[in-house]
């Protein structure tokens, strides 16, 4: 079709004569289809069939698998298996994790409506996106590889106990690291393949007690191949799961962890936020297709939970470039045996001081106190020289922070 009418340079350059558009006749848009084809060429490199376009456009130009499906049906149908490899390799090599990350873990028993509650859920943090499919991506037990996955901003994990979660990724380091509040730019293997979860949210729900659960993800585990993994402290787990949602056959009850609302310093105090009654799954029964009265009755039960989720995952105020500066400006200094010394000695006294006016035996959690504080405390100290606080908070332990907090109020 090019050729027909001599406009291309090359033929023109022979001197043939050059025909006009409405000279050449076509039961189609010949000049729509040359067009797209120029475009294309441009855009690809070359000739590519149309299925390896919409491959391309998912590997490299972002292309999601909602947006192949909506543009051509079949050929999504017929390549489904490689479009979902595709977008999570893109995910992986093109899109940046977020900076902070909210993981909720919802209990009950069967009937309560777990899975309903984890949808609602996910509404309640994002009512702006109103289809759920670009809003949460649902992961069973029996899909642990991601496939599917477009990158919405909330994942839910159904019915995953502690054991589950550490086969299904392959062991402690790698479920810690999908589970990380200030999680990093990197891939975590999962079965099958590896990933790189760039969603804001986890939703994790099970038959397990929050205790057995979280207890369970950090306790002594056997793994498939029957090596053993010796337990690591608790807190660990704990620190990554600010809210959990115990769900009853008539009520609702909510939970915040203490240690994120810097009201404790035990990672596992866990106090309850609002109880109210309800149950998630008997709103769908009752409303059946009626979505708009369902989602207003899940909505009651979730009311003023956004606001919480906002002040819990609130970042800290930045620091200006002044500030830093003063922060850092000691670094790399040498320290003086006499210099290290001292330090020992002043922490001490820090540590006498506040076991006197607080009443509390510090040298039990010594090796859970925070720099943050002992920063404060140490500048309320007019003898302490920069190099003796610099010292402290290379060395100090982290506990104290919370209580610290507290003995202020």
């Known amino acids: 079709m090019e050729y027909l009418p001599h406009s291309s340079e090359k033929e023109q350059e022979k001197g043939k004569t050059l025909y006009s558009d409405e000279e050449v006749h076509s039961n189609f848009d010949w000049r729509k289809e040359l067009n797209e084809r120029e475009e294309n060429r441009e855009k690809y490199g070359g000739d590519l069939s149309k299925k390896d376009r919409m491959l391309f456009d998912v590997l490299y130009l972002g292309k999601t698998l909602k947006e192949c499906r909506e543009e051509d049906k079949l050929l999504y149908m017929n390549n489904l298996d490689k479009l979902k490899k595709h977008r999570l390799e893109y995910i992986a090599s093109h899109m940046e994790v977020p900076k902070t990350r909210l993981n909720i873990y919802i209990t009950g028993g069967g009937g309560v409506g777990k ?30 590889s991601y496939e599917g996955c477009d990158a919405q901003p909330v994942n839910i994990l159904s019915d995953y106990r502690a054991y589950t979660l550490l086969d299904a990724f392959k062991g402690r380091e790698n479920l810690f690291k999908v589970f990380d509040s200030h999680p990093h730019n990197s891939r975590v293997n999962v079965k099958f393949s590896s990933i790189k979860p760039v969603n804001s949210v986890n939703i994790v729900n099970s038959v397990q007690d929050y205790q057995v659960f979280l207890n369970g993800l950090a306790g002594h585990y056997k793994d498939k191949h029957g090596n053993e993994h010796q337990a690591e402290d608790k807190a660990q787990s704990y620190r990554r799961f600010p809210i959990v949602i115990e769900l009853e056959e008539d009520t609702v009850t909510i939970y915040v962890n203490q240690y994120f609302i810097n009201k404790s310093a035990d990672a596992t105090d866990f106090k309850v936020w609002k109880k109210v009654k309800g149950n998630f799954g008997k709103i769908r029964k009752a409303f059946g297709n009626n979505e708009e009265k369902a989602r207003f009755y899940e909505n009651k039960l979730l009311n003023g939970f956004a606001e919480l989720v906002q002040e819990i995952m609130k970042s800290e105020p930045q620091k200006t470039d002044e500030e830093l500066e003063e922060m850092f400006k000691d670094y790399g200094e040498e320290i003086t045996e006499k210099e290290s010394q001292k330090v020992k000695e002043e922490i001490e006294k820090i540590i006498s001081i506040y076991t006197k006016q607080c009443q509390y035996d510090f040298s039990t959690e010594m090796d859970t106190i925070t720099r943050d504080v002992l920063r404060e405390i140490i500048a309320s100290k007019k003898e302490c020289d920069k190099t003796i606080q610099r010292e402290i908070f290379t060395i100090a332990p982290r506990k104290i922070q919370g209580y610290c907090k507290e003995v202020k109020k």
């Open 115 to 144: 899975d309903v509650a984890s949808r609602a859920i996910a509404r309640c943090l994002y009512p702006c996106i109103t289809n759920d499919e670009d809003l949460f991506f649902e992961l069973g037990c029996d899909n642990v």
